[in-house]
């Protein structure tokens, strides 16, 4: 994540910049794909397009007088009980203003609605913060997130790849985390696990048709 050390002035900005968190929308593809280039220049043209075209929910947005200046991306791990926050940025010119806050608070809320117990910050925020910002630890610290400690770790496929990756920090989201006023089933819909139609299909003839329809058809 890229953020940086915030100033008297700039917290005084903050109080009176109205920063605006929301999903992403389909007239912000260009916008937020010049954001993604210009603070992860390691994301590909066609990674990026893939987002936007297969998992848009993944993504929202932060606004400051109506500008795109960052952006987060979450992946809901409904198996591991956990949502990792693999992309997460600020624009320099909008940093001190409360930007990354509201959007890993809006992070944290989408994983309370979703079922999710733990927040786990991904390979690309972590590296992003390690190698350019300075302070991003006091930002994490402030927030809550803590070192991933073995103990810690989930069994699971998925938690073990993150270890490999490098990721060292986590946040266990508790229930007393703030959530929201009421369920936010729009949230829990949209990134509900996706189940293949092949698959889908093959289960909905076995409940039809018995057993028979899960062997493979025969050739004459």
Do not use: N
């Not at 915030?6 to 005084?12: I, M, P, V, W």
């Not at 937020?32 to 390691?42: A, N």
């Not at 397009?49 to 795109?68: C, F, K, N, T, Y």
């Not at 986590?170 to 703030?178: A, D, H, I, S």
């Amino acid at each position: 994540m890229l953020l940086s050390p915030s100033t008297a002035a700039d917290r005084s900005s903050e109080r009176s910049t109205a920063v605006t968190v929301r999903p992403l929308r389909l007239l912000d593809g260009l916008a937020v794909t010049g954001v993604i280039r210009h603070l992860f220049p390691q994301c590909s043209g066609a990674r990026i397009r893939r987002w936007l075209r297969d998992e848009p929910h993944s993504l929202a947005v932060a606004l400051v007088q109506g500008r795109l200046v960052g952006v987060v991306r979450l992946q809901v791990h409904p198996g591991d009980g956990c949502t990792e926050i693999d992309l997460l940025g600020v624009l320099p010119s909008a940093r001190g203003q409360g930007v990354g806050t509201a959007l890993l608070r809006h992070a944290e809320q989408t994983a309370c609605a979703c079922g999710a117990s733990c927040v786990l910050l991904g390979p690309q925020t972590v590296e992003s913060a390690q190698q350019v910002q300075v302070g991003a630890d006091g930002f994490f610290s402030r927030a809550g997130y803590v070192p991933l400690q073995p103990q810690d770790a989930l069994l699971s496929g998925h938690d073990l790849s993150l270890r490999r990756e490098g990721v060292s920090l986590q946040r266990c989201l508790k229930r007393e985390v703030p959530m929201p006023a009421s369920p936010r089933w729009g949230l829990r819909e949209a990134h509900r696990p996706r189940v293949p139609h092949a698959l889908f299909s093959r289960v909905v003839r076995h409940a039809l048709l018995g057993f028979s329809a899960w062997a493979p058809a025969r050739t004459t």
